[in-house]
Antibody, heavy 126, light 111 residues
Framework: QVQLVQSGAEVKKPGASVKISCQAS????????IHWVRQAPGQGLEWMGL????????NYEQKFRARVTMTRETSFSTAYMELIGLTSDDTAVYFC???????????????????WGQGTLVTVSS | ELVLTQSPGTLSLSPGERATLSCRAS???????LAWYQQKPGQAPRLLIF???NRATGIPVRFSGSGSGTDFTLTISRLEPEDIAVYYC????????????FGQGTKVEAK
């Protein structure tokens, strides 16, 4: 079955860090970029960045660049997103999503997300 | 920085009515690299439309996308009860500084 399965909900204190996993199955993990998108309670979707599972290369939204690290472990077909220096503003559901196009893409014609994880709720509270 | 503005914020409709959702970009979207997603409470977004007008696999024909440049539209020809959701547009690849940007969403609610 083609799917992305994320790790469970987390509760963190301000200043702490969180690391969320996203395990892929049913497709070639190293063949597609994995993106991370978050959604604060009652709010819209916000793109955070991506990891290239083949090379490990990353591209982060400027807003998160100082605090986020996206990695992957190919032997486990798993992508990770770590966010440090948490504040209450980081309380959100975090999604991983697969980009349709291949990692060796020459254009972004297939740059949309066609497969999503179920989401991981991160609550930051003292 | 590219900004996507969706309107209206909320659309109140009855089953069978036509829904017209707008997504306007602050600059031209390269090659119509624009997608539409549907999100229901507690669920991940679901891809409806990509490339501005191409329906994703399994999406009912009542959903259609149109537009180019800076103005895009998602139309639901005849609203079904299961279409009650929030809809987001996404642009992918306009510029290195704004590679992926979502609109703020349009909520379609039952009248």
């Amino acid at each position: 079955q083609v799917q992305l399965v994320q790790s469970g909900a987390e509760v963190k204190k301000p200043g702490a860090s969180v690391k969320i996993s996203c395990q892929a199955s049913g497709f070639t993990f190293t063949g597609h970029f994995i993106h991370w998108v978050r959604q604060a309670p009652g709010q819209g979707l916000e793109w955070m960045g991506l990891v290239n599972p083949y090379s490990g290369g990353t591209n982060y939204e400027q807003k998160f660049r100082a605090r986020v690290t996206m990695t992957r472990e190919t032997s486990f077909s798993t992508a990770y997103m770590e966010l440090i220096g948490l504040t209450s503003d980081d309380t959100a559901v975090y999604f991983c999503a697969r980009e349709r196009g291949p990692v060796e893409r020459e254009s972004l014609a297939e740059g949309f997300f066609d497969l999503w994880g179920q989401g991981t709720l991160v609550t930051v509270s003292s | 920085e590219l900004v996507l503005t969706q309107s209206p914020g909320t659309l109140s409709l009855s089953p069978g009515e036509r829904a017209t959702l707008s997504c306007r970009a602050s600059q031209s979207v390269i090659s119509n690299y624009l997608a539409w997603y549907q999100q229901k409470p507690g669920q991940a977004p679901r891809l409806l439309i990509f490339g501005a007008s191409n329906r994703a696999t399994g999406i009912p024909v009542r959903f259609s996308g149109s537009g180019s440049g800076t103005d895009f539209t998602l139309t639901i020809s005849r609203l079904e009860p299961e279409d009650i959701a929030v809809y987001y547009c996404l642009q992918y690849g306009v510029s290195p500084s704004s590679p992926w940007t979502f609109g703020q969403g349009t909520k379609v609610e039952a009248k």
